[in-house]
């Protein structure tokens, strides 16, 4: 069935170093791809989102592409901010459901 | 506009009571989710609902749970004789409309509902 595997955590990074958290994809047919993060406390919020390969979604310094050769979408930033310390949920949407990564926790110190 | 409103936040309940958990959309938006996270776990669709109807509830299970959407009101989700394994988060999601341009559609989540079955 449709899966997503996201690589485990936590990850706990220094101020301005790079990020990247593995997300690979299990699917039929052609899914879209995105990214949620999760502040503590809070719900879901959609980070970016890819609708086809090759594409690239990016948004606050985050980008991943849809690669469809590999079947991933890893998410990467430049330089993290403690700002950036959340659960990170890679998903991928194909007919009428979502299915979602277990998350990765990330830690910015300072 | 409010986003996706869920209440209670935290619930506590011991086994054998029910759980209901609320969730009301974003304005305008007619179409809603429900999952469930897990400790150490992701999270696990549960059920799909448009007003009035369960349009699919795959991801529910069989016993004990229920879930309504109706024409007034939030959302519900009922858990009946709460067992330990039940204690999660509960998130609900809301979308506009199932698909755009035939993707689909973003969905919008609430801050969850944290359900501790004593």
């Known amino acids: 069935g449709d899966s997503v595997t996201q690589m485990e955590g936590p990850v706990t990074l220094s101020e301005e170093a790079f990020l990247t958290i593995n997300c690979t994809y299990t699917?039929?047919?052609?899914?879209?791809l995105f990214w949620y993060v999760q502040y503590p406390g809070e719900g879901l919020q959609l980070l970016l989102k890819a609708t086809k390969a090759d594409d690239k979604g990016s948004n606050k310094g985050f980008e991943a592409t849809y690669r469809k050769e590999t079947t991933s979408f890893h998410l990467e930033k430049g330089s993290v901010q403690v700002s950036d310390s959340a659960v990170y949920f890679c998903a991928l949407v194909t007919g009428n459901q979502f299915y979602f990564g277990t998350g990765t926790s990330l830690t910015v110190i300072p | 506009n409010a986003g996706v409103m869920q209440n209670p936040r935290h619930l506590v309940r011991r086994r054998g009571q029910e759980a209901r958990l609320r969730c009301s959309p974003m304005?305008?938006?007619?179409?809603v989710y429900w999952y469930r996270q897990l400790p150490e776990e992701g999270l696990k669709f549960m059920v799909y609902l448009q007003k009035e109807n369960i349009i699919d509830e795959s991801g529910m299970p069989k016993e004990r749970f229920s879930a309504e959407f109706p024409k007034e009101g939030p959302s519900i989700l009922r858990i009946q004789q709460v067992v330990r394994g039940d204690s999660a988060a509960y998130f609900c999601a809301s979308s506009p409309r199932v698909r755009l341009a035939g993707i689909l559609n973003e969905q919008f989540f609430g801050p969850g509902t944290r359900l501790t079955v004593l």
């Open positions: 304005k305008g938006h007619s179409h």
């Open positions: 699917a039929t047919g052609y899914p879209s």
